[in-house]
């Protein structure tokens, strides 16, 4: 493929769209499907696919650079106790990753087959969207009983871990997903959001190193590129992205992205009914 400007312009936005979408609670992978329709690499459908989910990477490290020293075991700067306490809260990000990684290897091929489509997006974003709304109506009258990321236990990462699972259907977003499930499950908002940041990071590491594994390693000088240019947008946009989310949820709830979910799926609905289904053809 000719590498041209208009080819790194279209990266750079589906970089900012996957920056901003992957830890807001809008489904990245719903944005990205339909996105698509309207502004497509000239690249082949192998690397497009493969594309798609590891810029997810450049969205990952974002985590990894602001919240490294929360992260680390081993800093210096940790007493023995906080290294205990690190090594522990990787080990719940490993409980919790477990459903999610067993089912995505079963049905990996089944839901990019038969779920990559409008009309599942649609749907999942009316649903969450509505849960969004629901679930923190409901949570108005409820105190959170985890309000510190060392107080979550097992037994609630594992809880989340399975909500992790709904992810894999397209529009339903993980992080949406999951912190949902944290939020039902007595976490606060932050220590939802927050655990849900760190899950996000061997879990996307896994699943983009198993497309880089199915689609090979042979890649053109403009695959490289293009490649590399979407994944430093995407982590430019997220360290923003996460910076935002943090602030904003400290007085504010996620009522907000439920309405937003529900607009944006009855928007796709009335294009599949006047003009036709974007990935029929995909």
Same mark, same amino acid.
């Given at each position: 493929?000719?590498?041209? /400007?208009? *080819? ?12 901003? %979408? *992957? =830890? ?65 809260? =990787? ?10 990684? +067993?089912? &995505? ?14 009309? !599942?997006?649609?749907?999942?974003? +009316?649903? @969450?969207?509505?849960?969004? +709304? ?11 009983? !985890? %309000? ?5 236990? @097992? ?20 992080? &949406? ?7 039902? $499950?007595?976490?606060?908002? @932050? ?24 689609? &090979? =390693? ?18 430019? /946009? ?5 910076? $935002? ?19 944006? &799926?009855? !928007? !796709? ?14």
């Amino acid at each position: 493929m000719d590498l041209s /400007v208009v *080819e790194l312009l279209k990266t750079i936005f589906l970089g900012i769209v996957e920056g901003l %979408t *992957e =830890w807001l609670p809008v489904s990245s992978t719903g944005h990205m499907i339909l996105v698509d329709e309207f502004i497509q690499l000239n690249v082949t459908t192998a690397f497009k696919d493969m594309f798609l989910v590891v810029i997810q990477l450049g969205a990952i490290l974002a985590v990894v650079v602001l919240s490294f020293d929360k992260l680390n075991p081993f800093s210096s700067r940790k007493t023995a106790a906080e290294k205990r306490a690190t090594f522990s809260l =990787w080990a719940k990000v490993i409980v919790a990753c477990l459903p999610a990684a +067993i089912i &995505g290897l079963l049905f990996n091929d089944y839901m990019e087959k038969h779920f990559m489509t409008a009309q !599942v997006v649609s749907f999942t974003l +009316i649903l @969450y969207g509505i849960l969004f +709304i629901v679930v923190e109506n409901y949570n108005k009258t409820r105190s959170p009983r !985890v %309000t510190d990321l060392d107080r979550l236990d @097992y037994k609630t990462a594992l809880i989340i871990g399975c909500f992790q699972v709904l992810s894999l259907v397209p529009g339903t977003s993980r992080s &949406g997903s999951t912190i949902l499930g944290g939020i039902l $499950f007595g976490a606060s908002r @932050y220590v939802a959001t927050e655990f849900t940041f760190f899950l996000a990071i061997p879990v996307m590491f896994g699943a983009s190193g198993l497309k880089m594994v199915k689609f &090979g =390693w042979h890649y053109t000088s403009a695959e490289v590129i293009i490649l590399l240019v979407g994944m430093v947008t995407a982590f430019i /946009v997220s360290i923003l992205s996460i910076r $935002f989310l943090l602030r904003y949820i400290k007085k504010n709830d996620f009522k907000a992205f439920g309405w937003y979910r529900i607009a944006l &799926g009855i !928007v !796709v609905i009335l294009y599949l009914i006047f003009i036709g289904d974007p990935t029929a053809n995909n």
